[in-house]
């Protein structure tokens, strides 16, 4: 079964640059998840898809931050313009349902961004 | 509001040796715990989880957690570590409000000396 697949691995870009990351989650996972892991804090959620719909985007920076899932399937995030505390890795994962119960999120290996 | 707190931000410790790597909670209901490890480069993958019912729970790689409501804790523990567990150590609490979500510790970086 292939796993969480994330491009680009590795971004380095300017300060008011754009830059975007695309996911494609786990075949038949209905639930997918941005999260932003700054070096030395654990993940944060950015937003939650529900196939196509957004369930929770209360944590993303909306004037700079966009993402969508068309389709229901793949995903893009976008950061326009960039700032400098937006280096981190930006991680993306699934899981086959919405309910805490399904018990696991399955992550991608993740998109690590520089902002100089 | 619902918190995790790993209060140790690097362990070190000798491969063979016993491990131990604290999580507390905040959370009003019961919870929802993990455990997920990350290796240097890759995304988080579980190691465990807790929802109900027994309160030691086994996980893979040997990796075992128990659950003490009256502390607020989920410890991740394993008697033998081997140097390929060196990695970065997530516990996280599944929460509801209004939706699911998963809110995870700062974590633990585990180096083993050879």
């Known amino acids: 079964e292939a796993g969480v697949a994330q491009s680009p691995r590795y971004k380095i870009i300017e300060k008011r640059q754009s830059v975007a990351f695309w996911c494609n989650p786990i075949s038949g996972h209905a639930t997918l998840y941005w999260y932003q892991q700054i070096l030395g804090q654990g993940p944060k959620l950015l937003i939650q898809f529900q196939n196509n719909g957004v369930v929770d985007d209360s944590q993303l920076p909306k004037d700079r931050f966009s993402a969508e899932r068309l389709k229901g399937v793949d995903s893009t995030l976008k950061i326009q313009p960039a700032k400098l505390e937006d280096s981190a890795v930006y991680l993306c994962?699934?899981?086959?349902?919405?309910?805490?119960?399904?018990?696991?999120?399955?992550f991608g290996e993740g998109s690590r961004l520089t902002v100089l | 509001a619902q918190s995790v707190t790993q209060p140790d931000i690097h362990i070190t410790v000798s491969e063979g040796a016993s491990l131990e790597l604290r999580c507390n909670y905040s959370?009003?209901?019961?919870?929802?715990l993990f455990w997920y490890v990350q290796s240097p480069g890759q995304g988080l993958q579980l190691l465990l989880k807790?929802?109900?019912?027994?309160?030691l729970v086994q996980g893979i790689k040997g990796f075992e957690a128990e659950f003490k409501r009256s502390q607020s804790s989920f410890n991740l523990r394993k008697p033998s570590v081997h140097w390929s567990d060196a990695a970065e150590y997530f516990c996280a609490v599944g929460a509801h409000s209004g939706t699911y979500k998963y809110i995870f510790g700062t974590g633990t970086r585990l180096k083993v000396l050879a």
């Open positions: 807790y929802f109900s019912g027994d309160t």
């Open positions: 959370y009003g209901a019961t919870p929802y």
């Open positions: 994962a699934s899981s086959l349902k919405t309910g805490i119960d399904t018990g696991e999120l399955f």
